[in-house]
T-cell receptor, first 116, second 112 residues
Framework: GAGVSQTPSNKVTEKGKYVELRCDPI?????LYWYRQSLGQGPEFLIY????????DSGLPNDRFFAVRPEGSVSTLKIQRTERGDSAVYLC??????????????FGPGTRLTVL | SQQGEEDPQALSIQEGENATMNCSYK?????LQWYRQNSGRGLVHLIL?????REKHSGRLRVTLDTSKKSSSLLITASRAADTASYFC????????????FGTGTRLKVLA
């Protein structure tokens, strides 16, 4: 595709519910990143995929958060038992090679998650 | 989280003036990148500078890097109203992890 796309653009849910956020990276990009951004803050790293595998998931805040990338392209971030503190913009980015190669990350427009 | 820090946090200038933003970071790096963000949504990559480089230019942008001080600066020359945005630096916390660590950002407002 032309760029990174994320769906939905906005998601409102109730506390305790389960949500899935989807990211479609740029075709051919092997690296995929998820970030979370709270108001007035910079993006906070959550997880990085190289191909199908999670190379670094140390940013996931707790075991309610999980992400997959089964075929090495589309990724889904899953949040169980949502809490009000999970409200944020969730950003996805992809790059051709990955960290250490110094290549550019291309960001999607983000999904704004609101937990009531 | 180990975010870097940008300063100033906010900057307001007149169109045509230059804008300088600074970024400090905590870890060793392989490269440092600057991004722009409009309206709190997707980030746009501006420029990447590697740890063995000291200065880089791209159009009206000039980035410097001082690894001994663990700091970088972004200069935007002849600013335009369209440059109004938040600007973030990101470092790759090298070696050992795959994280990109973003700073807290500088909110730039260019007045027409």
């Amino acid at each position: 595709g032309a760029g990174v796309s994320q769906t939905p653009s906005n998601k409102v849910t109730e506390k305790g519910k389960y949500v899935e956020l989807r990211c479609d990276p740029i075709s051919g990009h092997t690296a995929l990143y998820w970030y979370r951004q709270s108001l007035g803050q910079g993006p906070e790293f959550l997880i990085y995929f190289q191909g199908t595998g999670a190379a670094d998931d140390s940013g996931l805040p707790n075991d309610r958060f999980f992400a997959v990338r089964p075929e090495g392209s589309v990724s889904t971030l899953k949040i169980q038992r949502t809490e009000r503190g999970d409200s944020a913009v969730y950003l996805c980015a992809s790059s051709l090679l990955g960290p250490g190669e110094g290549d550019t990350q291309y960001f999607g427009p983000g999904t704004r998650l609101t937990v009531l | 989280s180990q975010q870097g820090e940008e300063d100033p946090q906010a900057l307001s200038i007149q169109e045509g003036e230059n804008a300088t933003m600074n970024c400090s970071y905590k870890t060793s790096i392989n490269n440092l990148q600057w991004y722009r963000q409009n309206s709190g949504r997707g980030l746009v990559h501006l420029i990447l500078i590697r740890s063995n480089e000291r200065e880089k230019h791209s159009g009206r942008l000039r980035v410097t890097l001082d690894t001994s001080k663990k700091s970088s600066s972004l200069l935007i020359t002849a600013s335009r109203a369209a440059d109004t945005a938040s600007y973030f630096c990101a470092t790759d916390d090298w070696p050992g992890t795959y994280k990109y660590i973003f700073g807290t950002g500088t909110r730039l407002k260019v007045l027409a």
